[in-house]
């Protein structure tokens, strides 16, 4: 806004300061990150008053990245230990504990000081004193009996989990646990990697402490992530989401650990070995937007865990012109399945990222085989699972093989047998679970075993309102019955309207032809109750067409008076206003009103190109106009022209002088007036008086019985009467 006398103040609204010295048309800032949410507005001084322009939020946000890992998942790498071996033998250096008992096979778990059997099922408390642990390992000699297992412990469900991994302003990486409370629905859009994810749950941290903390369960293109910000901040990492499951001593069964034992095979000049990992080379690259960028710094830091191995963390500088962090180097040390997290540091421009990939580590100069079952994670209800058993031996060739599988289910905390056909089918390695539940699968070959847990998280259903066309005329109006897509195979759901659902729309006692909105809503029954366990259901509108012979109706005035328009559809109908350039039904009843400005009346009335002709040669002139059974599109238009009154003027007394009148023009006299005559309401008449000169007489004007002496007055139209009075004697 330009002015020569305004003036402008630019105001930070977040904090509620003025910014100094900003009092131009722009405002131009350095934004810093913590500036992030920071609105802005200017408010400018125009003539003592004072107008706003809209604000404008700042988004300071570093740009998003991602990573990528070598190795891929699913990878088997051979790697280094400690063996004992005896000449001419080969041995395992270590194995995991496992006992027998009747058609039971139990799997000694530690956590911390505490340990437990395991029989792929439930957990059993060890009887006895806890076993000796030397450098980690149960002794080669100590041998374990069914009198070890305790009774079966119950699981105590401890609601959802947050596990993430942090990096401090030092680089230094932290792991937390944070527990979660119930999740909620929610719809937040949320961008991460490139793709647009819609936020399906939302979880808060019960510890206050992490106040500031929003974790969400997100889909994206059928794909789910698990991300959470910071202080409503607007960039999304991921966190590894579980549910804790507690045994006595309220040990989480998510950390226990298989216990292994030192093995050995007799024989003569037996000596310890250390066995020589192969070298590998750890690579992660971080991209913007799945490209590499230039000029990207910071660090990136590989943590290698899991159970059976060594774990190892390596912070590695990134190569600024390829974006890559690289350890050719890398020697895994130990047995057993782990993780490798990359978590690229982030620097001024670009923002922290994490990615991880889960590979197998098998002893090198071991002669045996690791069975592994590769499953997704993730599972939406309606859909399948692709199961994959492979074998792969101490030389690093893999093959797959036909296994058997277990299938269990997350029932109140604890994983019972899963009925097959009821609560899944597996078919030729397609396993379709029928509940939202957690499964395990265990794979069996050759007395091998690896299990999986598939988490299955609800489907989407649609209820879609059908568009539906009716007539004016039709006697049923109801909307058509509602369609049900996304259903499972196995589903045969139908749901019916006002039990299970609503539809409404104007269109069904709508008296004019057109489209009106057709809104649904669920209703609180069994059915809905149900699919609402196994189903986000997602509701879409329709559109209620109502047709019907219809004309279209137009009137206007001039510029001294409007037009409106009623209407009545038929004689049960009530009167109804619209607006011109409406269409009425055929047969209505129309009546268009005219509303002339003050001083004005209706002059005559226009029916498409004809005036309408009242009594004699007149045009008809009412101040309505009514066609009774419409029939044909029709335009209505009015003239209007200014209203007129007569007016009289007369002296009482001739002999003593005379009254003249003349129509007064800008100021100018023109044409005489005579009296008795009309006076348009725009107007004005100048009425003298002329007295005798030889004779003494006085002026006064008598006017609704207001008198006042004068030559002569102005006067603008009204019903009238000036007279000249002669003088009392």
């Known amino acids: 806004m330009k002015t020569t006398d305004s003036k402008s103040q630019w105001r930070e609204l977040k904090n509620s ?74 041995v395992t250096g270590q194995k995991a504990v496992t006992l027998t008992s009747g058609d039971k096979t139990y799997s000694l778990l530690s956590g911390g000081n505490q340990f437990f059997w395991f029989d792929g099922a439930a957990y059993y408390a060890y009887k006895g004193p806890a076993p000796t642990l030397s450098n980690g390992l149960l002794d080669k000699d100590t041998a374990l009996s069914a009198d070890k297992i305790g009774s079966a412990l119950d699981i105590q469900s401890e609601g ?22 119930n999740p909620v629905s929610d719809s937040t859009s949320i ?73 050995e095979t007799t024989g003569t000049n037996t000596k310890t070995e250390n066995i020589t990992g192969k070298q590998y080379p750890l690579t992660a690259s971080v991209l913007e937007n799945g490209s590499k960028p230039t000029g990207m710094t910071g660090t990136v830091t590989f943590i290698i865990s899991g159970a059976g191995i060594e774990g190892q963390t390596i912070t590695v500088d990134l190569d600024t012109n390829q974006a890559n962090a690289s350890k050719p180097d890398f020697q895994p040390r130990g047995e057993g399945a782990a993780t490798i997290t990359a978590m690229y540091s982030g620097d001024d421009v670009y923002a922290p990222s994490t990615a991880s990939v889960n590979v197998y580590f098998v002893l090198n100069k071991t002669d045996h085989s690791v069975l592994s079952l590769t499953a997704p994670a993730n599972v939406t209800y309606g859909e399948s699972a692709n199961l994959a058993a492979t074998l792969t031996s101490q030389n690093g060739t893999s093959q797959n093989v036909a296994a058997t599988y277990t299938v269990e289910k997350l029932v109140s905390g604890k994983y019972v047998s899963a009925v097959s056909a009821t609560d899944y089918t597996l078919e030729n390695g397609v396993f379709t679970p029928k509940l939202v539940t957690n499964y395990r699968i265990t794979a069996t070959c050759q007395n091998l075993t690896d299990s999986k847990v598939i988490i299955v998280s609800k489907g989407t259903l649609t209820l879609s309102a059908a568009d539906t066309s009716k007539a004016l005329n039709d006697t049923n109006r109801t909307p058509a019955a509602a369609e049900v897509s996304g259903l499972a195979a196995w589903d045969n759901d139908t749901l019916t309207a006002d039990t299970d659902y609503t539809l409404t729309s104007e269109g069904t006692t709508a008296a004019l032809p057109g489209k009106y909105p057709i809104y649904i809503a669920l ?63 055929k047969g209505s009843k129309v009546t268009f009103t005219a509303a002339p400005k003050a001083g004005y009346t209706v002059s005559r009335w ?54 003249s009148a003349n129509y007064l023009t800008d100021g100018a006299l023109g044409s005489a007036f005579v009296s008795g005559g009309n006076v348009n309401y725009s107007q004005t008449i100048r009425v003298s008086a002329q007295p005798r000169t030889d004779l003494p007489s006085t002026i006064g004007w008598s006017t609704a019985k207001r008198s006042k002496p004068q030559m002569a007055r102005t006067i603008t139209p009204a019903a009238l009467i000036h007279s000249i009075n002669s003088p009392r004697m």
């Open 17 to 90: 300061t003025g910014v100094s010295g900003a009092n131009g048309p722009s405002l131009t800032i350095t934004a810093a990150e913590e500036m992030n949410g920071y609105a802005y507005r200017c408010r400018v001084y125009v003539k003592n008053r004072s107008l706003y322009t809209k604000s404008a939020a700042l988004d300071v946000s570093r740009v998003p990245t991602s990573i990528q890992i070598t190795p891929k998942n699913g990878t088997v790498w051979l790697s280094g230990g400690t063996l004992t071996t005896s000449a001419g033998t080969t």
């Open 160 to 181: 959802p989990q947050a596990i993430l991994t942090e990096t401090d302003a030092d680089g230094k990486t932290d792991t937390k646990t944070l527990a979660l409370g």
């Open 191 to 263: 961008p991460y990697n490139g793709v647009s994810y819609t936020a399906v749950h939302k979880f808060q941290p019960t510890d206050s402490a992490y106040s500031g903390y929003t974790f969400y369960e997100a889909n994206g293109n059928g794909e789910i992530a698990y991300l959470y910000t910071k202080d409503s901040g607007t960039t999304y990492l991921p966190f590894t989401l579980r549910y804790a499951s507690t045994l006595v001593g309220r040990t989480d069964v998510n950390t226990l650990a298989p216990v292994y034992q030192a093995t």
């Open 523 to 585: 209703k609180d029954s069994k059915k809905i109750q149900s699919l609402q366990e196994k189903y986000n259901i997602l509701l879409k509108n329709a559109v209620y067409t109502l047709s019907g012979e219809s004309y279209t109706v137009n009137a206007k005035g001039d510029t001294n008076g409007t037009v409106s328009i009623t209407y009545q559809a038929d004689a049960a109908s009530a009167v109804l206003p619209v607006s011109s350039g409406s269409s009425l039904p």
């Open 606 to 659: 226009k029916v498409g190109t004809d005036y309408v002709a009242d009594s004699g040669s007149t045009y008809y002139n009412n101040i309505s106009y009514t066609i009774d059974n419409l029939g044909a599109d029709t335009d209505v238009s009015v003239e209007f022209t200014a209203g007129a009154s007569a007016f009289t003027y007369q002296s009482n007394n001739d002999t003593m002088g005379t009254v």
